[in-house]
């Protein structure tokens, strides 16, 4: 049988704070839409406000997927063992690997040395278990309502909905015996296991490139108020200036870099798993466009 968590805050919780960032981010775009850009007043208010959005976006990620995780977690009780699965990942137990399945209020200490992200009805992350050992919780109810699987490697905290029910349940099976042997593992998601989420080379030219065509957004920032209204925005082979626009087109330089940086990752993931070398070479040839518009930025400036 397969069973769901019980119920708890733990989903209501996470979209609560997704959009205690999603407003928080409206709020800082309006400041920045509103109030400077019909004006062309950009400055360093409106970088650090732009700034603070994109900054919001990998929390936005990590609430999302943890979000989806505790509503997704769910346990399969079977003659064969127990299985466990919560946001890309599955915990195969094998019947013959469970010493014996305690509810959570038998067990006296407290949890000490607690990791990972949780937040109310969102129980997740790894700990010790004075006496027992290692445990991970994969359940969305505290402690004293979890069923805690004993294991010879580790305790598992699960929170099956009717729990009482679930204890019998298993205990019935594991008195028939397995008619299939299971093997102890844990079995992630392909996208989980994608060697580039290690890959500190990667990280770092494309976290170059960006940091770079950020800075460059910064420094446009906070020289703007200064600028005239109309610059030299192109000069023909005899150096003389053949083009005049406005300020805000200085903007473009910047953009642009960043529509590369985007295409490049974006070519260079789909080229990532076949040809590393090709994937890097892109990824650097964004981060070197950056420093090309950066020299256009001062030579336009000076």
Not at 15 to 30: E, K, P, T
Not at 93 to 121: T, Y
Not at 188 to 200: E, I, V
Request: charged share 15%; with cysteine; net charge neutral.
């Amino acid at each position: 049988m397969t069973v769901r968590a019980r119920a708890s805050l733990g989903v209501p919780l996470g979209l609560l704070f997704i959009a205690v960032v999603g407003v928080i981010d409206w709020l800082l775009l309006s400041i920045v839409l509103t109030h400077q850009l019909p004006n062309e007043q950009i400055n360093s208010l409106s970088f650090l406000c732009g700034l603070l959005v994109l900054s919001s976006l990998p929390v936005l990620a990590i609430l999302a997927y943890q979000t989806i995780s505790c509503a997704s977690l769910r346990y399969r009780l079977d003659r064969n063992g127990i299985v466990i699965w919560r946001g890309g990942r599955r915990w195969t137990l094998p019947i013959g690997d469970i010493q014996e399945i305690l509810p959570g209020s038998e067990v006296e200490g407290d949890i000490v040395k607690r990791q990972g992200l949780r937040w109310p009805g969102h129980e997740r992350g790894e700990g010790q278990l004075p006496g027992r050992g290692q445990i991970r919780f994969l359940a969305t109810r505290p402690l004293p309502e979890q069923l805690l699987i004993m294991t010879p490697a580790q305790v598992f905290a699960i929170s099956p909905r009717q729990p009482e029910q679930f204890l019998t349940a298993f205990e019935e099976r594991r008195l028939l015996g397995p008619n299939r042997l299971l093997e102890s593992e844990v079995q992630h998601a392909a996208w989980l296991t994608w060697p580039f989420w290690t890959d500190h080379v990667a990280w770092v030219l494309l976290g170059s490139a960006l940091v770079i065509n950020l800075l460059l957004f910064g420094f446009l920032s906070v020289r703007f108020p200064g600028l005239d209204l109309q610059l030299p925005l192109h000069f023909n082979s005899l150096g003389e200036v053949d083009r005049i626009g406005g300020r805000m087109e200085l903007f473009a330089l910047p953009i642009i870099g960043l529509i590369i940086l985007g295409t490049n990752l974006i070519l260079g993931l789909a080229l990532y798993r076949w040809e590393r070398a090709g994937a890097y070479l892109l990824w650097g040839a964004a981060s070197a466009a950056q420093i090309l518009f950066w020299l256009a930025t001062f030579s336009l400036l000076t």
